[in-house]
């Protein structure tokens, strides 16, 4: 069961990383001057899934981490999902009855 | 599971059979609390997704309030924190004890510059009247309301945020100390990655929050 | 002590004795301890709260207090019994002392968060009492919005600060339990070698980790609603009051789990000590406690049918609400089926555990009463509630952790106590116990409402009733604090293994040495393997 | 000792179905508990203990019975979800005939005001035989209307209309009771539900000089409040004519439609922001703080009168007047 000892990423790769972040912030940032209707806020929370990931990824050591702290990571996401879905499940149907309060 | 002939170590606890034993121990136990971390903002993030659904004009009118430029500069500054914190990790890992601290006291520089913009943000936020409660002022009184909602959950989620980097500064002033003495090593620093690992949350959570609080609707 | 024929072995009681050695204590078996007192203390407080309740209730009229006092009780009441009683009751005490010696392990992975967390607790608990001496607190332990944050003019944001506080010391248990079982098993413990004890405190370490930080931030928020007038939860600002109800009861019904599910560990060890025989079904136990904590998680809406949730949500949560009663239901089921052709004897221990399925049945079949919305509607915020919750939490919950008291006694403290008492007490608290709660479903039915300081007279004999079982249920729960205070100073000598029990813990001195082991255990059988020596296959 | 209640009484035409339901779990929940409370003495008694060193006999899981023992009670359970749900959705559904009172809850009393006017203070009356449908709000914090010998129960949220309905089955007087904890005099939130024969109710309702009805005191302060400077009623105002509105399906700006109902009238008062009509400005400010809960109930009284308004003459009686 022991894993064998840390990994050590190069600092090649925190660069390049890091630059990544880098531009996908001013991508973020430029796109909000582009009219997309709706879609505005689905661009930015995808740029901002997309940087999360990388500095879980690379700079968290997520990508050579054991099994069982990925199952942690995407399980706290999961519980959040329910919290969120299960909340909008009443917010969502409000009102659909037609009537008031139910 | 462990060797009997486990590699005594200063920094091996008595209960432990193994240093590997004791880093994965603390690695697993340090996202678990990230995971409860992730939670207890997960609340923050509720409110915030239902009210901007209920007052999307008045979000969009709102957060037209906040300045894109210091978001975006404080966004540039935590990126670059968390990537002298990876740095400083990967000083300890390699056993580079000037490394560390470099890394750390750089870290630390950006925390605080984050922190000083902040504060900023907020002396200004007091100056214009759009701090909840009774002195707080809209220009657009169709969206006073909801503005105040959003200026609400604005400042718990910000403040909640900043309370963590705060924290987060206070554990790095640990490490620095510990890493003057030397007590990382290519073989030991848990310590190290265990805050780089908390740092580095605190930096996502601020990835979420600069477009959901400061780029809403089209500028 | 001074009777003591040969000088004690070193033992983790006796390896010092100052007050400071207890206090910067890392060892988990004295953290327990420490627990234990803490816990102790707060159900005393808990209790002298419901002898104030039950005795305003012996009339209609509000004779005895003010509302306002009647009030500061009920919500006292449960703050107290809940957050610093109920909750870390088990894991915290026998969790604590038990998780690492039944796995094998030397302590927990991190003693100092572990004494960490007592000491949130008791700041925590301190924060709650402090309001409680100033003048209390008047909301109810639900703290519902927007009465808590705009109309309550008590302590609301001194007792969330220490609800809050004390939230941080249920996370850091849990945490600490998932990690040392998951990395501190000894050779040979493999997942399915686990006791069943382990398995549900794992999963109860689960909602810990992942609910508690949503109530947090739930009672952060009204604090600062109360404190700076953010609108977040207040209609009038444009907030929504139900929204706070989404985030308390997110964690809050999933909690109702990290109550109950130790306590079921606890049974499961106690009828297969008592029984001599494996647990009927291993794996079903196991699994089904995993899937009550995660299932747990998606019914808290079954606590708003009528709080203007919408009707379809509603049946979500109503649906699920059925789904998670399965689990109980194999629990129960394999419990029984493991008395059959077991070898049943009926020390105090196991007196407990008939209490315990006997109360814990009414108490689980209560909740599919409340789960039907069309039934619900009626006895919602009735006394149907209070008796549903209290045969659960305080029938069967603290049957379990008086049970467990019971049997892990000579171990932790190396020393017996009167078993004529024990039976005397055990039947004095399930007597007294019935007597208090049985006559509250038949008042919900009628439609008494909670928290409700004057009634109507109608209702008065019911209450007689059950003010009468508070007073003998009392009793029942000073006796064993009694001789079990004795039994730790004066009681006989314990053998290490009185029960005949299998279990690592059993293996090993009573009280145990201070690394739990003389040698590391290895583990080469699954647990309960009683009958192996005489193993007809 | 004679008369110590034990059963609540009966006197709506949702207390025979929610009973039935209960007993039917009763019956259910009882076989259950009987058989694991007999199982277990059996099995005490039988396989006690006889020798100190005695061990039971091994006996392995059963992989089949486990699956009868999960999914029997499954089943049942889905049952009563059936069962509840049926309930709880006649519940929820009041007929369309129904007899409309507008409830309040205030710290610590209930005000209930009918259509034609009359007001009450912790008591309500009611006739025999007719549906009524209550439609609830709150002006300070959460409360509950509960009628137990009706099994009915619904929260009075501040800042949202809710609504509960029964057709009260047997005369009498009943026990009302507030159900959600709102602070100091909680326990006194109470009053009485008087049900009445149609005809007495009528003389009831006649009875004390009545004001002008609801939807009249609305149409006053439609006017007093300055809502007719936009809401005109041939649509030539800054904001739509709110004939016919009530009941009907609107459109959204952005997209969706909502059902017109009592609580999304409030919402359009307090939040216009919140949703607006497609083709409109959002332009109307909102009346929060400044319409009371009772005035809030007369303004939506006096919009539903619109909706059945034929275009041209104006009927006398407002569609939600009792029926006769
Ligand atoms: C230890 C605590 C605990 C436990 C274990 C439970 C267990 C359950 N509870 Fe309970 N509950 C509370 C503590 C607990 N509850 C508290 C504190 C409140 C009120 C809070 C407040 O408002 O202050 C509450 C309130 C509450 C409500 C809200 C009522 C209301 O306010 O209107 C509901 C509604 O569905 C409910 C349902 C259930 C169900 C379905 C279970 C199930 O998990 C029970 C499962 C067990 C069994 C079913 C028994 C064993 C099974 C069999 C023998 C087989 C036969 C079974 C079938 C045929 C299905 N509970
Ligand atoms: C774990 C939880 C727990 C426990 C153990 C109890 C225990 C008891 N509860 Fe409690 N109760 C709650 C949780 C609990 N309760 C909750 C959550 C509520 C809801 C609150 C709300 O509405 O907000 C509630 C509400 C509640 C009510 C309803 C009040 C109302 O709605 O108006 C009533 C009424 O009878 C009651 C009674 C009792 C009684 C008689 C006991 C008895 O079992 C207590 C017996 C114990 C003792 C009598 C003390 C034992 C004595 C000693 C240990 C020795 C004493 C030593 C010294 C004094 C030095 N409780
Ligand atoms: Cu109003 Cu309780
Ligand atoms: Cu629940």
């Known amino acids: ?102 | 599971m462990h060797s009997p002939d486990a590699i005594s170590h200063a920094r091996l606890q008595h209960h432990f059979d193994t240093l590997e034993q004791q880093q994965q121990a603390s690695t697993l136990g340090m996202w678990l609390f990230l995971a409860t971390e992730l939670l207890f903002f997960g609340g923050m993030f509720l409110a915030y997704t239902l009210y901007r659904a209920w007052y999307p004009d008045a979000w969009v009118a709102a957060s037209h309030h906040l300045d894109v430029f210091w978001g975006a500069f404080n966004t540039v500054a935590l990126i670059l924190s968390s990537f002298t914190m990876a740095m400083a990790v990967h000083a300890a890992q390699t056993g580079s004890r000037q490394g560390q601290i470099v890394f750390l006291v750089l870290t630390m520089a950006l925390g605080t510059v984050f922190l000083g913009v902040k504060a900023m943000e907020y002396a200004d936020k007091f100056d214009h009247h759009l701090v909840p409660g009774p002195g707080f002022l809209f220009d657009d009184p169709r969206y006073a309301r909801a503005a105040q909602i959003f200026f609400s959950v604005y400042f718990a989620m910000t403040g909640v945020h900043a309370l963590h980097m705060v924290i987060g500064l206070g554990l790095l002033l640990w490490l620095l100390a510990g890493a003057r003495r030397g007590t990382f090593t290519a073989e030991y620093n848990t310590p190290v990655e265990m805050v780089g690992l908390y740092w580095h949350f605190v930096d996502i959570i601020w990835i979420f929050l600069f477009p959901l609080l400061y780029l809403v609707g089209h500028h | 002590m001074q009777t003591a024929a040969a000088p004690e072995p070193s033992n983790y009681l006796n390896v010092a004795h100052t007050v400071k050695s207890w206090l910067l204590t890392r060892d988990h078996k004295r953290i327990a301890i420490l627990y234990l007192l803490g816990i102790t203390f707060f159900f005393a407080v808990g209790g002298l709260f419901a002898l104030g309740i039950r005795l305003e209730l012996l009339t209609p009229a509000g004779d005895l207090f003010e509302s306002e006092t009647y009030n500061k009780l009920f919500t006292m009441h449960g703050v107290a019994m809940v957050f610093f009683f109920l909750l870390p009751s088990i894991p915290a005490t026998l969790g604590n002392f038990l998780v690492p010696m039944m796995i094998g392990a030397k302590d927990l992975a991190f003693p100092r968060i572990n004494l960490l967390s007592w000491y949130v607790y008791m700041i925590g608990g301190l924060f709650t009492l402090a309001a409680a001496l100033l003048g209390g607190v008047d909301t109810g332990w639900t703290f519902y919005t927007p009465y808590s944050t705009a109309a309550s003019n008590t302590h609301v944001v001194l007792t969330g600060v220490g609800v809050f506080i004390s939230g941080f010391s249920s996370i850091l248990t849990g945490l600490n339990f998932i990690v040392t079982i998951h990395t501190m098993r000894a050779p040979g413990m493999t997942w399915d070698r686990l006791p069943l004890f382990i398995w549900s405190h794992y999963a109860a370490s689960i909602i810990m980790i992942l609910g508690t930080p949503v109530v947090a931030i739930a009672v952060l928020l009204v604090a600062l609603e109360r404190l700076f007038h953010i609108g977040i939860f207040d209609p009038n600002l444009g907030g929504d009051p139900v929204l706070y109800q989404h985030l308390f009861w997110y964690y809050s019904h999933p909690a109702v789990y990290v109550m109950v599910l130790p306590g079921m560990g606890v049974i499961s060890e106690l009828v297969a000590a008592f029984a001599r025989k494996a647990v009927f079904g291993y794996k079903f136990v196991a699994y089904s406690s995993l899937g009550i904590a995660v299932i747990g998680f998606f019914v808290w809406g079954h606590h708003m049918y009528v709080s203007s949730q919408s009707i379809y949500a509603g049946l979500l949560f109503s649906i699920l609400t059925y789904t998670v009663a399965i689990p109980s239901a194999i629990k129960v089921f394999n419990w029984t089926a493991t008395l059959y052709k077991g070898s049943i004897s009926f020390e105090s221990p196991m007196i407990y555990v008939f209490g315990f399925i006997g109360l814990f049945l009414v108490g689980g079949l209560t909740g599919l009463y409340l789960g039907a919305m069309g039934l619900d509607v009626h006895v919602h915020d009735t006394y149907f509630i209070v008796a549903h919750f209290h045969y659960v939490m305080v029938g069967a919950t603290i049957m379990a952790y008086m049970g467990g008291l019971h049997y892990w006694w000579p171990k932790i403290t190396g020393r017996m106590y009167s078993e004529g008492w024990a039976k005397f007490a055990a039947l004095t608290i399930f007597v007294g116990f019935n007597l208090t709660f049985f006559p509250q479903f038949i008042l919900g039915y009628l439609g008494m409402p909670r928290r409700y300081h004057m009634y109507p007279p109608e209702f008065q004999v019911l209450n007689v009733l059950s003010t009468a079982g508070a007073t003998v249920l009392g009793v029942g729960y000073a006796v064993p604090l009694i001789y079990f205070t004795w039994s730790f100073f004066r009681g006989a000598r314990a053998p290490a293994n009185p029960w005949g029990a299998t279990g690592l813990e059993w293996q090993t001195p009573s009280p145990p040495p201070l690394e739990n082991f003389t040698t590391p255990p290895v583990v080469t059988q699954p647990a309960y393997a009683y009958a192996e020596e005489n193993a007809v296959a | 000792m004679g008369n110590i209640p034990l059963f609540p009484q009966q006197a709506s035409n949702h207390a025979t179905a929610v009973d039935g339901l209960y007993f039917f779990i009763i019956s259910v929940t009882a076989f259950f508990a009987l058989l694991v409370v007999v199982l277990v003495t059996i099995f005490a008694v039988r396989y006690r203990r006889r020798h100190a060193a005695e061990v039971g006999t091994p006996v392995h899981g059963a992989l089949l019975l486990e699956i009868t023992w999960s999914v029997i009670p499954l089943i049942i359970a889905m049952v009563m979800f059936y069962w509840g749900a049926t309930v709880f959705f006649a519940m929820s559904r009041p007929p369309q005939n129904a007899m409309e009172i507008y409830t309040v809850g205030k710290r610590w009393m209930w005000k209930f005001q009918h259509v034609t006017g009359q007001r009450e203070i912790n008591e309500l009356h009611v006739p025999v035989g007719t549906p009524v449908k209550l439609l609830i709000g709150s002006e300070d914090v959460i409360h509950s209307v509960f009628v137990p010998a009706f099994r009915v129960k619904m929260d009075a949220v501040p800042g949202r209309t809710t609504s509960l309905w029964f057709t009260a089955t047997k005369p009498g007087q009943y026990h009302l009771f507030c159900a959600e904890y709102c602070g100091q005099r909680h326990s006194g939130m109470i009053g009485s539900v008087y049900v009445m024969e149609p005809a007495e109710f009528q003389t009831w309702l006649a009875g004390g000089a009545p004001p002008a009805n609801m939807a009249e005191a609305g149409e006053k302060l439609f006017t007093d409040l300055a809502c007719v400077t936009c809401h005109h009623e041939d649509n030539t105002g800054r904001g739509p004519s709110l004939r016919g509105v009530f009941g009907s399906t609107a459109r959204m700006t952005g997209g969706g439609s909502v059902t017109v109902d009592e609580a999304y009238l409030r919402e359009s008062i307090v939040n216009p922001q919140a949703k607006i009509v497609a083709g409109y400005q959002p332009l109307m400010p909102t009346f929060q703080g400044l319409v009371s809960e009772e005035q809030m109930n007369m303004l939506v009284a006096y919009i539903k009168s619109l909706a059945s308004r034929p275009a041209e003459t104006d009927a006398a009686a407002p569609a939600a007047a009792p029926p006769q």
């Open chain 1, 1 to 102: 069961m022991v894993e064998h000892t840390q990994h050590v990423a190069p600092v090649r790769l925190y660069v390049v990383v890091f630059l990544a972040l880098l531009v996908l912030t001013f991508l973020t940032v430029g796109v909000t001057y582009v009219d997309m209707g709706e879609y505005n806020l689905f661009v930015a929370l995808g740029i901002a899934i997309f940087k999360a990931s990388l500095v879980i990824l690379y700079f968290m050591h997520a990508r050579w981490s054991p099994r069982l702290v990925q199952i942690v990571m995407l399980t706290s996401l999961l519980f959040i999902g329910i919290l969120a879905s299960f909340s909008f499940a009443d917010y969502l149907t409000r009102g659909l009855l037609g009537v008031p309060g139910r």
